[in-house]
């Protein structure tokens, strides 16, 4: 292991108030609740947390706010990659001068078809830039949503360049042979699996855990399998866990777990999204909700 | 026509110290030399202007220094379209009150297989924020990058809650059957068309002009276009333009340009690019400029 995360974190939702702003007190505690929950750690501003509709000096605000109220900056980390490079260094740069324990690098996603050299030089650019020791960098392979990702090209260039800063990934492909193909080149990489449907499978190779959506809404369960991996019914316990993503699969992943948490919690400000994301019909809910109960 | 801007509008290159930092005086007489050229407005922060590869901070100063140049603001539609809500107002309220003809208004475009119901929420967010009558949106449709685009839904929804703010676009889709059907739905919308190659097909459908990436480099052959539409031997004219655009197609379209200019004016200055975009390399370079000689 080259980080000192592993296990699993929760990319965190993030409540949000009527008129739209985030609810920073409600967000603190909901990360002290995951922390107590199960959750190894956090990674807040993720795909699932929105954050790519929070403006830069709301995240800034916010992450300063989560480490004041006394979440160990040391099990974080925050989302950074912006399209623009000056941007992503100053989130970056932010999220080592706190100590947080990394942060979670989206490539630049505005501009496709861009070479492996360009998004290499993106990323040695922050790298340089932020210029702090303390920074240690996991890249975020998301290409069903950012469409932009990392070819085992540019990992294993960065990995030469920055042994020291870039320690890991979160792969959120989907596409379990990329991610075997992660674990084959680069042996020494902390990789997080970006669902919990392949945490066996992750842990098994070698891999650090989990950076899963479902751990907003069942860190323990997750948290179960992680710690008894080795156990002899872990598959069936991975199976258990899979009811779960199962039941959800069919709705849009983030106001479907605002859903399960507003319903929970009997908090109906948790459904409230930043557009472009819209909250599920009252049909969908109700599925929705129906299986989920179904599969505990 | 809705608005107040029409004609040919150049996607200003943005050119770059060696340090990568914006190299706002030259890129500010480059604009003037635009306007002196032939383009009847700039639209500054556009794709091509690298726009996504600048800071949030970088992109309000600029704008900002642009018209403290004496650089008309009723002839600009900057570029104002960022994943997030607040950093897209911000940029939106800085050129209302800057004065600027319009702005040019991306989707929020990392989310995929969003809702027409969130970008319509997203833009109406962005307009309701803003508060400022001096606000004119032209929306940007351009999927082969942004992937998020406009449907005529959406635009039929924002014109009816908004007719006296949203009041044209760019269609950048590339897709001539869409930019027909934008007219055929809504005749008194100011549609540009992204690519010069449309332009006179544009104009006859009673669109309002281009915004097109080759306007850095021959302003004046499509202004004469544009001034000559109803001409007898427009279409030839149009022809001898498509020159312009079949020697640069084959590469990378933001490196060429900068390298026509490099060429052009003996500053190699204006080569260097942000990653994660790159430079052509010395055969594309050499092949590319030679096509683009015989295009003259």
Same mark, same amino acid.
């Given at each position: ?10 990319p ?9 702003? +985030?609810? #920073?007190? !409600? ?5 002290k609740? /995951?922390?107590a929950? *199960?959750?190894?750690? &956090?990674? =807040? @501003? ?25 979440v ?8 950074v990659g912006?399209?623009?490079? +000056?941007? #992503?260094? !100053?989130?970056?740069a932010?999220?080592?001068? /706190?100590?947080?324990? *990394?942060?979670?690098? &989206?490539? =630049? @996603? ?73 674990f ?7 990789v ?12 098994r ?46 709705y ?7 859903q ?19 909250s ?17």
């Amino acid at each position: 292991m080259q980080g000192t995360l592993h296990g699993v974190l929760a990319p965190v939702l993030t409540p949000m108030n009527d008129d739209l702003s +985030p609810a #920073t007190e !409600k967000w603190i505690a909901f990360c002290k609740q /995951l922390l107590a929950d *199960g959750c190894t750690g &956090l990674a =807040p @501003f993720g795909t699932t947390s929105e954050a790519n509709s929070l403006g830069l000096d709301e995240r800034m605000a916010m992450l300063e706010a989560l480490v004041a109220a006394g979440v160990p900056a040391a099990k974080l980390m925050p989302g950074v990659g912006m399209c623009a490079i +000056p941007d #992503t260094v !100053k989130l970056s740069a932010q999220a080592a001068r /706190l100590g947080c324990g *990394g942060v979670l690098l &989206l490539p =630049p @996603f505005y501009y496709k078809g861009v070479s492996d050299e360009g998004i290499f030089r993106a990323v040695a650019e922050v790298i340089e830039r932020v210029g702090d020791a303390r920074l240690k960098v996991y890249v975020y392979n998301i290409p069903p949503i950012a469409v932009v990702g990392y070819s085992l090209a540019v990992i294993e260039r960065l990995l030469s360049a920055y042994p020291a800063t870039v320690v890991g990934m979160k792969d959120s492909s989907g596409d379990w042979a990329y991610q075997k193909s992660v674990f084959e080149a680069f042996p020494q990489f902390d990789v997080f699996t970006g669902s919990e449907r392949y945490l066996l499978a992750n842990l098994r190779l070698g891999g650090v855990g989990t950076i899963s959506a479902m751990a907003n809404v069942i860190p323990d369960k997750i948290r179960f399998l992680y710690d008894n991996y080795l156990a002899a019914n872990a598959d069936e316990v991975q199976e258990r866990l899979d009811r779960f993503r199962a039941a959800t699969r069919d709705y849009a992943a983030i106001p479907a777990l605002k859903q399960i948490l507003a319903t929970r919690t009997g908090d109906r400000g948790w459904l409230t999204l930043r557009p472009p994301l819209t909250s599920l019909d009252e049909g969908a809910t109700q599925a929705m909700l129906a299986k989920f109960a179904a599969a505990q």
